[in-house]
């Protein structure tokens, strides 16, 4: 290659706009030639970190919206207002126009392929190459360009079909008369095998350099090589689809189903698991929630499913996807379908719960009697992804509606005592029965219970049999046989693991004064407990933390009221932009305690574990059935079928698996469904309902639900939003500026737009 001035290679105008060059650090004048850049180790690392920098921060980019909101899975309530949504749902895409575009256009990755292009022809020139490099380093940034370009171009052909195919850098002199549109499956074999050379690199063995696995926290931009498996598996999934496969294309089925399952395998080899991770009750749901507000940590110490994930934009659900009642909210946005709800299943059966519609408008739904669906109570029992990704009429807005104080009386046990022997260590006392009408005493109190809602004797305790006759008595007017029993009724469970007992003192308090200030508050409560463990020998107990707590647990948590005339109620009026239009708000990536003070909603995944057990799923029940085992494709993971695939995907959330014995169309079904609910919101289902070529069946037009108050009744009616018209076969294909296509077809001859655009 000639060591020409990047000015001047940046005048390549035939197929891509114009870029500045001011990130990699020239001077004013743009005059620094490749032998510059490239004989300094630092302008060398900044060209390759330019490569990196057009990965998109994928989220809600399209507007302030997320590409959800152009398929059936969202409708946004800015539907009323000038931009992409109202150019889009009112049919007014075209090739100078592109609503969905967002911040990732053709020339956007076309810029980033010349970048790649520029970096591998250099860094591979002794002549432009002359910076003292560490040779692992240097194979290391090779291995990600590739890849990244190989990303690139995966990006342009999901959007476009067919791309021209550049893999060096344009010179002065090119022909462009002479460029075309490659097919699509000319694009996937040149994706792959960027991704296969990457792969080819050998791992350096050194810790912080080298085409990678293994990265550190700090390395969050680093593309590793489960990045290029990733690449891989959804690349072929597409070119197998119905929208791209061609009669006599490599890319069948049966390809698709070896190369998803060595991109699954080689994950699972190298120590990529499904986030399981159960949160606290007062942080999520359950695991799939908490995933989507989890950032990623790279080095896979925690979140061992994230490939890799947006580098810098939180979603920020809460302002852009907010409800009325999340403080700092700015719009309602992406309002969660009708079609989407029905889509969720019933954790009891595992079945879906809506089956299709008996008429064109989707206001009939067509019910699985034998789901346990209840359409009075539409939102019970459902799959667990449900709560995680939508509120809906009478969610709970939060987890918590504040903090809970709690006083705490530590009580110690004491003699005297009766038939029992006691040791202690550090703050662990052990009880064990010697007789009959074994009991001991505790502390007192000396002075009144706190005031609270709440007053409970709680420790925590390990016990070798299950006790079902154990007492307190109360010990308000002297020793220990003069107290008042609460009765021998009490059960503690056997456990070997240290296990949280409570018991109520409301009785005890209203009935017998215990803890109570005597002769009208003016005598301290000196009260105590004797603990009447069980009537036998031969029970060891071992307690720690033995106390009272008094507590007022905090007010319920404001729901989400959906309902017309509720705080968050459905709108139709499109000049309002804060309330729902479909009855629904987005949940999924929201941490209900972000607000305008804290932002602390998730990031987006662009690949995870879990679309690659999907993408396998998909390709192996299409070439072989939803039951027969397809074999490792590496050491360390095991066979596994399309069925069993998924139901790993469904017991994350703990949904009963499907049953064997499902022909490949019923699996079909159920499939489509698993894919929706598991990847909503992720950037997935714009793409698949077009390659599958379903997309005049889901995206003519979304329903919501329009819910009455009836005294303590809902009344629940489905409602068709406007017709969008983005449904026909153009839109299975985005238009491409119509700036290149005219550039090119001045070259050429030929018009490079896509079908009737």
């Known amino acids: 290659m000639k060591t020409s001035i990047l000015r001047i290679v940046a005048l390549v105008i035939g197929l891509f706009s114009f870029e500045s060059c001011a990130d990699l650090d020239l001077p004013s004048d743009g005059r620094m030639t490749l032998k510059d850049m490239f004989s300094n180790y630092q302008r060398t690392r900044n060209y390759f970190n330019a490569c990196r920098s057009y990965l998109p921060q994928v989220g809600f980019t399209y507007n302030q919206t997320p590409l959800a909101s152009f398929s059936d899975e969202a409708h946004d ?54 910076a003292v490099i560490d040779e692992d380093e240097k194979n290391g940034w090779i291995g990600e360009v590739l890849v990244l370009r190989a990303y690139y171009y995966l990006q342009l052909i999901k959007r476009f079909g067919g791309v021209p195919l550049i893999s060096t850098p344009y010179e002065v002199t090119h022909d462009f008369s002479q460029d075309r549109r490659a097919t699509f499956e000319e694009c996937a074999d040149f994706i792959i095998a960027d991704c296969d050379a990457a792969l080819a690199i050998p791992e350096s063995g050194k810790p912080t350099v080298g085409f990678r696995w293994d990265i550190s926290d700090n ?29 006599g294309s490599k890319y069948t089925w049966e390809k698709a189903t070896e190369i998803t399952k060595e991109a699954l395998d080689q994950c699972l080899a190298h ?21 989507f507000i989890l950032r990623s940590d790279p080095s896979r110490s ?27 909210a700015e719009k309602a946005g992406a309002g969660p379908s009708q079609e989407l709800v029905d889509a969720y299943g019933m954790q009891a059966t595992g079945e879906m719960p809506i089956l299709g519609y008996s008429d064109p408008q989707h206001l009939q739904p067509i019910i699985n009697t034998g789901s346990g669906y209840d359409p009075n109570h539409p939102y019970e029992g459902r799959d ?12 709970p807005r939060s987890l918590t509606s504040g903090n809970m104080e709690k006083d705490l009386i530590p009580l110690t046990f004491i003699d005297p005592k009766n038939n029992v022997s006691t040791a202690s260590s550090g703050d662990e006392f052990t009880i064990t029965t010697t007789g009959s009408d074994p009991w001991i005493t505790t502390t007192q109190l000396n002075e009144a219970l706190p005031a609270g809602e709440k007053r409970l004797i709680t420790f925590e305790y390990k016990s070798n049999k299950t006790i079902t006759d154990a007492e307190f008595f109360y010990c308000v007017a002297g020793g220990p046989q003069g107290g008042v029993s609460s009765g021998q009724n009490i059960v503690i469970e056997q456990a070997s693991e240290w296990k949280r007992f409570e018991f109520d003192l409301s009785s005890a308090i209203s009935n017998f ?11 301290p409560a ?110 360390g993971a095991g066979a596994l079928s399309a069925r069993e695939a998924l139901n790993l995907i469904r017991a994350r959330v ?29 950037e997935h289902r714009f793409f698949d309902v077009r390659r599958w070529k379903i997309l005049n069946e889901t995206d003519k037009f979304v329903t919501g639900m329009r819910i009455v108050k009836d005294g303590d009744n809902f009344i629940y009616n489905r409602i068709k939003l406007q017709d969008r018209n983005t449904h026909t076969d153009k839109y299975l294909l985005q238009p491409i500026s119509q700036s290149e296509v005219s550039k090119m077809a001045s070259y050429t001859g030929v018009n490079w737009q896509n079908p009737g655009w």
């Open 654 to 682: 703990n949904m009963p698996a499907l049953p064997a014995g499902l022909t490949p169309a019923e699996f079909g079904v159920r499939y489509r469904n698993e894919r929706q609910v598991e990847l909503a919101f992720e």
């Open 219 to 247: 390395e969050r931009e680093t593309i590793t090589r489960a990045f290029a498996y990733a690449v891989k598996s959804q690349t072929a999934l597409y070119a197998a689809s119905p929208l791209w496969y061609t009669s």
């Open 384 to 395: 667990p992804r449900f709560y995680a990704s939508i509120y809906y009429n009478n969610s």
């Open 513 to 523: 004064g215990f803890g109570v200030n005597a002769n009208g508050g003016q005598e």
């Open 271 to 291: 120590g990529f698991r499904l986030f399981n991770t159960t949160p606290p009750a007062d942080i999520a749901q359950n695991a799939y929630a908490y995933y």
């Open 302 to 328: 925690v979140d061992k499913e994230t490939i890799f994930e947006t580098t810098t934009a939180r979603t920020n659900v809460w302002k852009w996807a907010g409800t009325p009642i999340t403080q700092g």
């Open 77 to 130: 309530a800015s539907d009323g207002v000038n931009g992409s949504v109202n150019d889009w749902y009112n049919n007014r895409a075209s090739s100078t126009n592109n609503p969905v575009a967002g911040d990732y256009s053709w020339a956007h990755y076309f810029q980033a392929i010349r970048k790649c292009n520029t970096f591998l022809a250099s860094i591979n020139d002794p002549t432009i190459a002359t």
């Open 526 to 635: 000196r009260h105590f407990l004797r603990f009447d463990p069980t009537g036998g020998d031969g029970y060891e107990l071992t307690v720690r933390n033995f106390r009272i707590e008094s507590f007022t647990p905090p007010p319920a948590a404001t729901p989400v009221e959906t309902f017309v005339g509720g705080n968050s109620a459905i709108s139709s009026n499109i000049t309002e932009t804060r309330f729902t239009r479909t009855g629904y708000y987005l949940r999924k990536f929201n941490n209900y305690r972000s607000n305008v003070n804290v932002d602390a909603d998730g990031l987006m995944k662009i690949f995870r574990l879990g679309e690659l057990y999907l993408n396998f799923a998909e390709a192996a029940y299409q070439s072989v059935g939803p039951d027969v085992a397809v074999e490792s494709k590496a050491s």
